[in-house]
């Protein structure tokens, strides 16, 4: 396999353009300005990071894995999209952020390079984007230790997602640029926890996201009908270890 097998060029453009713009909380970027101190939050509650050795995968400009270096984890956030990682480099350096790192590779690479390496490994809002989100589930899988914590976040596929975080989203909010999401490319949390299932990750807990209109903010509740996170750990001895 190689580094970009399971990438879509298509979509690393679509963010390469906007990279510019993805430390300004008034842009297109702005709900995940919104929803990075919930995630965040909770990550660290299950997962306390101070002092762990943190992977972010699909980091973007580093929003995540900024925050996560600022409560004390030692982070390396991982992403293809080139302008994105020098925007988080970029940023790293004018904040003055310690313990982050970014490298552009993929999470499959790295695996084969530094397998059974990270505590937690995160993966937030990536998995609709690539063509084969089960090799990343493998990937994230191999490179958490045993016993470590890997956490994703995603979008539901179903009739009220569509309706709130495609069509509602991107052309009656306007929150996010049209074509951020294709519907085809939605998950199920039962497919991502069969997913996490055969890659050696036991389903720990679920959390759903969703956004008042009204007060427009984000909170985190039990229906993951549209947005959702799923937290899991890896086995001590999973079929992932060696």
């Known amino acids: 396999m190689t580094i970009t097998s399971n990438v879509d060029p298509a979509e690393l453009a679509k963010f390469s353009d906007l990279a510019h713009r993805w430390w300004d909380p008034e842009s297109e970027f702005r709900p995940l300005h919104q929803i990075n101190p919930?995630?965040?939050e909770w990550i660290n509650s299950l997962a306390p990071l101070a002092g762990q050795r943190v992977l972010d995968v699909g980091c973007g400009g580093g929003i995540?894995?900024?925050?996560m270096a600022r409560k004390g984890a030692d982070v390396l956030g991982i992403d293809l999209a080139t302008k994105s990682l020098r925007v988080a480099q970029l940023h790293a350096l004018e904040a003055q952020t310690n313990g982050v790192q970014y490298r552009e590779v993929s999470a499959e690479a790295l695996a084969a390079e530094a397998p059974a390496s990270f505590d937690v490994?995160?993966?937030?809002?990536?998995?609709?984007?690539?063509?084969d989100p089960a090799s990343i589930v493998q990937a994230c899988a191999a490179l958490v230790k045993p016993g470590g914590w890997v956490f994703f976040s995603t979008l539901n596929r179903n009739l009220?997602?569509?309706?709130?975080?495609?069509?509602?989203?991107?052309?009656?909010l306007k929150l996010l640029p049209r074509g951020t999401h294709e519907y085809a490319r939605l998950i199920r949390p039962s497919e991502l926890a069969r997913d996490c299932r055969e890659s050696g990750l036991d389903l720990q807990a679920t959390r759903g996201m969703e956004y008042n209109p009204i007060t427009r903010r984000y909170g985190l509740s039990a229906d993951t009908s549209v947005n959702y996170l799923l937290a899991t750990r890896k086995a001590v001895s999973s079929p992932t270890a060696s």
């Open 64 to 67: 995540l894995a900024d925050a």
């Open 38 to 40: 919930l995630r965040l």
């Open 121 to 131: 490994v995160t993966c937030m809002e990536m998995l609709e984007h690539v063509p």
């Open 160 to 172: 009220k997602s569509f309706l709130f975080a495609i069509v509602g989203a991107e052309y009656v």
